[in-house]
């Protein structure tokens, strides 16, 4: 059985290690080599394969100290020619088998934050980068709004119980935009309580299951009555479809609240 478990980097990322049960590891996005080296050793571990979601250096920064220690590493990645170290290029609807278990991933195009970004989905899982965030999404760096819009939408189709194991513990940051957009949500303040409960006890937030970003997170909620009114305010005019309102959500979040 797949077991996931957080290793922390930086100040706020999470590498997240994949194992079965027999000796071998895989990894999804070590920016820092370090805390996997340290965590690998601790539990006598073998790394044999690596996923990336994406080129950013928080995501990629570890790969070349890893392949030294573990020679035959398979890098699996994106068609990104800014990652030079994959072995692998995935493109969507093909399947990636982490060598040394036996779980497989659907690998989902879902550009945006960044025009090369790939996701992971199985075993009820999806490891989606920085695309979506517990209670929010990325930035638009050299993708488009658009794209990125379309991906979140991709995403919310997804089964309701699927868990999203995004990359970085910005929840209650988001959670704070998410109550700008919605200040009246029941659903929100509930889900701000048990997030500063975590917080506090030191836990991690995330994985967060699909259906409460479905209710609490404003960027999956761009056809809701009350985001769309928020979202024109922000703008000043009328939105005539989800991907302006997303947009106009985006551009408000970047502007006046990070």
């Not at 571990?45 to 570890?62: A, M, P, Q």
């Not at 800014?82 to 036996?102: M, N, W």
């Not at 989606?128 to 658009?146: K, Q």
């Amino acid at each position: 059985m797949l077991d996931v478990q957080p290793i922390q980097a930086f100040s706020d990322n999470y590498i997240w290690l994949l194992t079965e049960g027999r000796g071998t590891a895989a990894v999804v996005d070590p920016g820092d080599a370090d805390p996997v080296l340290e965590r690998l050793r601790e539990h006598q571990l073998t790394l044999t394969s690596v996923l990336i979601t994406h080129h950013h250096y928080d995501h990629v920064g570890g790969l070349d100290e890893l392949i030294a220690a573990f020679p035959g590493l398979r890098i699996h990645g994106p068609t990104d020619d800014r990652i030079r170290a994959l072995t692998d290029r995935h493109h969507e609807g093909e399947t990636v088998q982490p060598a040394g278990l036996d779980s497989r991933f659907q690998v989902l195009e879902v550009p945006g934050h960044t025009a090369g970004h790939i996701a992971y989905l199985g075993d009820g899982r999806l490891f989606c980068g920085d695309t979506l965030f517990a209670a929010g999404c990325g930035r638009v760096f050299d993708g488009t709004f658009e794209q990125l819009a379309h991906s979140l939408e991709r995403i919310a189709d997804l089964p309701g119980d699927t868990l999203c194991y995004c990359a970085h513990e910005y929840t209650l940051a988001n959670l704070g935009f998410a109550r700008w957009v919605e200040p009246d949500s029941p659903a929100l303040s509930d889900r701000l309580a048990e997030a500063e409960r975590r917080r506090a006890a030191g836990l991690s937030t995330v994985p967060s299951r699909l259906d409460l970003e479905l209710a609490t997170n404003p960027f999956l909620r761009t056809q809701e009555p009350n985001v769309i009114a928020a979202a024109e305010r922000a703008a000043g005019r009328t939105l005539a479809t989800a991907t302006e309102v997303f947009t106009a959500l985006r551009r408000w979040k970047d502007e006046k609240y990070d």
